[in-house]
C-alpha cells in the first residue's frame, strides 16, 4: 500500500481548511497509508472534531524559527522595502532569504521526517508549505504535491496578507512540484499566466450530505466561519444594520470564534442590535443550525473555495454573497443573489428582497443551486486526487 503524507499547521483547530483536511485524509485512508504531519507541537488531538479515522497516523515536528538578532533585523528591513519599491523582485536569493531563513529548522526537520519514513506522496496544505516541498524536492525520493487553499490574489497580491510580493519564490519552486493542485479555474488561470505554473483542479468536497434541508420558514439569516478579517462579518454586521431599518422580523447568527470576536460584538453592541444578532461559538453541528436557518449570508472578502457556502447549499438554503470568484463559480445559477465587493447598502437590499420572497421562489433558488451540488461529492472529489497519486 503507498503512503502518503498531508502537512498542515494543526489540523485539529476550528475551520474550513481543517475540516477538508480531515474529509480527504478519511477517504484516502481506504487506499493508502496516511500521515498528517503537524507543525505545531502545542496542539492536541483531538480525532473527533471532524472525525478523523483512528488509523490515520499524527506526527508533529517543532515549529521554532531560527532567530538571530541582526538576521532578523536584515530580514524585515528587506522585507518591508520589497513590499513598498518591488526593487528586489528579481534576486531570487535575497527574497529567500528574507522569508525563509527564520524557517531553516522547520525545513530541515521536514527533510529529515520525509526522508525517515520514505513516504511514496507528499502534500503541502498550503502556498508555504507548498514552497518547502519544491525547495527539498531535489533531496527527497518523495513525489511532492502543492495544495493551494486560497486564491491567488488573496496569496500573492494582497498586502498584509499571506505572501505578499513572494511571486519570486512561488514561481521557482511550484515548478519543482510533481503537482500542484488548487480549487478554482480562476487560479488555474492565474497561476498559469502570473507564473508560468500548470496547476490542477480539485475542488473541495462537500464535508457532509445531509438528508433533511432547511423548510425555509424560520425568520433567520446564518453566516459561519473564522472571526477574521478576510470573513468581512464587520461588513455583514452593516449590512444587517441597513436592513434592520426595513425590517423587524428577522435576527442573525454568525457561528464561529476568532480575533475579532471583541470588536464583531462592540459593533453589534453600538448598533443596539444585541437582541436581533448572535455571535454563537463554533459548534460540530454546524449542519441543525443551517437547517433551522432560511438564508445563508456570504460576506467574504475573499475566499479559496467557500465551503460553509457548499455545506448551507447541502442544507436546502439560498445564498446571498458578495462577488468573488469562489463565489462566481459555486453560485454560478444563481448570479443575481451576488453583491458588488464591499457594497454593504447592495447587500442589504438583496437582503430585504428574500426575505419578502415567497417560500416557492426560495425554494426554486436552493433548486437552481443543487444543481451543481453532486460535482462536490466525496467519492467524486476523491478519484480526483487518485487520479495524481498513482
Keep these: 500500500m503507498k503512503s502518503v503524507c498531508i502537512i498542515s499547521y494543526n489540523p485539529f483547530k476550528y475551520g474550513g481548511i481543517e475540516r477538508v483536511i480531515s474529509t480527504i485524509a478519511n477517504s484516502l485512508s481506504e487506499d493508502y497509508e496516511v500521515t498528517l504531519l503537524c507543525i505545531d507541537k502545542t496542539a492536541e488531538i483531538d480525532r473527533g472534531i471532524y472525525n478523523l479515522n483512528e488509523k490515520i497516523k499524527i506526527i508533529f515536528t517543532d515549529v521554532d524559527q531560527y532567530y538571530h538578532k541582526y538576521f532578523h533585523i536584515l530580514e524585515r528591513t528587506i522585507q518591508e522595502i520589497h513590499k513598498k519599491t518591488n526593487i528586489f ?40 508549505f507548498s514552497m518547502i516541498l519544491g525547495m527539498i524536492k531535489s533531496d527527497c525520493h518523495s513525489k511532492m504535491i502543492g495544495w493551494q487553499h486560497s486564491n491567488y490574489s488573496s496569496y500573492f497580491e494582497r498586502n498584509g496578507y499571506y505572501y505578499y510580493k513572494q511571486e519570486i519564490l512561488a514561481k521557482r519552486y511550484f515548478k519543482n512540484l510533481d503537482q500542484y493542485v488548487t480549487l478554482l479555474d480562476y487560479d488555474k488561470i492565474a497561476l498559469k499566466e502570473k507564473l508560468d505554473v500548470n496547476a490542477t483542479v480539485i475542488p473541495n468536497p462537500k464535508s457532509f450530505s445531509s438528508k433533511e434541508k432547511s423548510k425555509l420558514t424560520n425568520n433567520t439569516f446564518i453566516s459561519t466561519g473564522r472571526f477574521v478579517d478576510a470573513k468581512g462579518f464587520d461588513l455583514l454586521i452593516d449590512s444587517f444594520y441597513l436592513f434592520s431599518k426595513e425590517n423587524s422580523d428577522w435576527n442573525l447568527v454568525i457561528v464561529g470564534d476568532g480575533e475579532n470576536r471583541e470588536k464583531l460584538q462592540e459593533q453589534i453592541n453600538n448598533y443596539n442590535l444585541s437582541n436581533r444578532v448572535t455571535l454563537h461559538p463554533f459548534t460540530k453541528d454546524v449542519q441543525s443550525l443551517l437547517i433551522d436557518s432560511s438564508i445563508y449570508l ?93
Design 89 to 128: 523582485n528579481q534576486n531570487e536569493k535575497l527574497i529567500n532569504f528574507a522569508y525563509f531563513n527564520r524557517h531553516k529548522k522547520l525545513i530541515s526537520n521536514i527533510k529529515e521526517i520525509i526522508n525517515n519514513n520514505a513516504f511514496d506522496y507528499v502534500i503541502g496544505a498550503n502556498a508555504f
Design 298 to 390: 456570504c460576506s467574504s472578502r475573499w475566499e479559496g473555495f467557500g465551503l460553509s457556502v457548499l455545506e448551507a447549499l447541502e442544507c436546502g438554503l439560498p445564498v446571498i454573497s458578495f462577488n468573488i470568484p469562489a463565489m462566481q463559480e459555486l453560485l454560478k445559477n444563481t448570479p443575481e443573489l451576488l453583491v458588488n465587493v464591499n457594497n454593504t447598502q447592495e447587500y442589504a437590499k438583496k437582503m430585504v428582497l428574500l426575505t419578502n420572497t415567497s417560500k416557492k421562489l426560495l425554494s426554486n433558488l436552493v433548486k437552481e443551486n443543487n444543481k451543481k451540488l453532486k460535482e462536490y461529492e466525496i467519492e467524486f472529489i476523491i478519484n480526483k486526487w487518485k487520479k495524481i497519486l498513482k
